[in-house]
T-cell receptor
Framework: EAQVTQNPRYLITVTGKKLTVTCSQN?????MSWYRQDPGLGLRQIYY???????DKGDVPEGYKVSRKEKRNFPLILESPSPNQTSLYFC?????????????FGPGTRLLVL | SQELEQSPQSLIVQEGKNLTINCTSS?????LYWYKQKYGEGLIFLMM?????EEKSHEKITAKLDEKKQQSSLHITASQPSHAGIYLC?????????????FGTGTRLQVTL
């Protein structure tokens, strides 16, 4: 079954304590992205990756890092989390079948930074 | 200002009625994506439109892209309770793929019995 998995699904942490949210896809997609979703602000892109070792900033990259060492994994790293990073985070992957592009989203990670 | 405007912001329709949601971009569209989201859950990709005039369907949901107006419309025929949720549009405004997208703020749809 095609899927994007994220872990953990829920996380409560404290300011300054480094954390990593993992993302993995089983579709051999080249493109992967991270988003955060906040009330009133909608879904905003944090980082994206067009292939292994190729990453680029989205609209709100400050305070986040990513890496893409293998095609299937795209972890999101918060080196020093702050309360304004409390949010719902989604990972997504996208790929092409012929002329059609499809996307899959993970189930989300709800993060609370105290 | 929002690059992608969705209207209406919320909608309540009676089961069986048709409805339309619009998504208008302030920039040139290279691709337009539609999604459905249940509250607090991940997005479900519905369809992608690339060319002006293109129209696609997914079950009872049809979307069309008007390149000149930089707008897309999502139409649901004979709505059912299962259609309830938040509908989001996403636009590729230059990267050529869904890897870099900007999103509208969503349309919340309720379907009453």
């Amino acid at each position: 079954e095609a899927q994007v998995t994220q872990n953990p699904r829920y996380l409560i942490t404290v300011t300054g304590k480094k954390l990593t949210v993992t993302c993995s896809q089983n579709m051999n997609h080249e493109y992967m992205s991270w988003y955060r979703q906040d009330p009133g602000l909608g879904l905003r892109q944090i980082y994206y990756s067009m292939n292994v070792e190729v990453t680029d900033k989205g609209d709100v990259p400050e305070g986040y890092k990513v890496s893409r060492k293998e095609k299937r994994n795209f972890p999101l790293i918060l080196e020093s989390p702050s309360p304004n990073q409390t949010s719902l985070y989604f990972c997504a992957s996208s790929g092409w079948t012929g002329a059609e592009e499809t996307q899959y989203f993970g189930p989300g990670t709800r993060l609370l930074v105290l | 200002s929002q690059e992608l405007e969705q209207s209406p912001q919320s909608l309540i329709v009676q089961e069986g009625k048709n409805l339309t949601i619009n998504c208008t971009s302030s920039k040139t569209l290279y691709g337009l994506y539609w999604y459905k989201q249940k509250y607090g859950e991940g997005l479900i990709f519905l369809m992608m439109l690339q060319k002006g005039g293109e129209e696609k369907s997914h079950e009872k949901i049809t979307a069309k892209l008007d390149e000149k107006k930089q707008q897309s419309s999502l139409h649901i025929t004979a709505s059912q309770p299962s259609h309830a949720g938040i509908y989001l549009c996403g636009a590729d405004i230059g990267a050529g793929t869904a890897s870099k997208l900007t999103f509208g703020t969503g349309t919340r749809l309720q379907v009453t019995l």
